[in-house]
């Protein structure tokens, strides 16, 4: 049996996935730049908090590696018994708490894992199994172990990329100063 995959999406009427290219190309690295082009994005289960945002939010998710160390946990979660930490900043709360998301369950059958945060791609069109639909977001942060916090800009965070935990940002394009700060 493979691994439970979803697709977040705010449209609750998606029969069929298409593979299509990214909406905006990131870099790569040399040899992946096929991951801009056609395919069907899923998320394991167990990284599903990364998507369960708005699209549009930008917002970094922290968590512990095996090499973490304990002061990092510290410096960023308020209570230590959280599996992760997500920060938004402040002029998005109230979108999260008014958002509402589709949660559509995908077969894994024709899905690679690349291996990277949970991610799976498919070059393959793919019919969702079921969809679940998802309000309250910042009550299914909680259920997910994910502590969620507010700032006034993501990019207070830069600095956690040097830190020893793993850090996942989505969307940071749409923070505020991140092009620039």
């Known amino acids: 049996m493979g ?8 449209d609750d009427a998606i029969a069929l996935f298409e593979p299509r290219p990214v909406a905006v190309p990131a870099p790569r690295k040399p040899g992946h ?13 167990a990284y599903s908090a990364l998507y369960l945002f708005p699209r549009d939010c930008p917002r970094i998710l922290m968590w512990r590696t095996p090499n973490t160390h304990e002061s990092d946990v510290a410096l960023y979660w308020d209570n230590p018994q959280n599996r992760m ?20 369950a995908l077969p894994p059958q024709s899905f690679l894992d690349l291996k990277d945060a949970g991610m ?4 393959q069109a793919v019919r969702p199994k079921d969809k679940v639909k998802l309000t309250s977001l910042p009550k299914h942060l909680e259920r997910a172990g994910v502590e969620l916090k507010t700032l006034e800009k993501l990019t207070d965070l ?13 969307r940071l394009r749409n923070a505020t100063g991140w092009a620039t700060g």
Do not use: M
């Open 85 to 104: 930490v997500a920060f938004i900043e402040d002029n998005w709360s109230k979108r999260l708490n008014n958002a509402c998301l589709t949660r559509y």
């Open 33 to 45: 730049d096929w991951l801009n082009g056609p395919l069907v994005w899923a998320i394991e289960a």
């Open 3 to 10: 691994k439970q995959l979803f697709h977040f999406s705010e």
């Open 120 to 123: 799976h791609v498919s070059k």
């Open 158 to 170: 830069k600095a956690a990329w040097a830190s020893s935990l793993h850090v996942s940002g989505v």
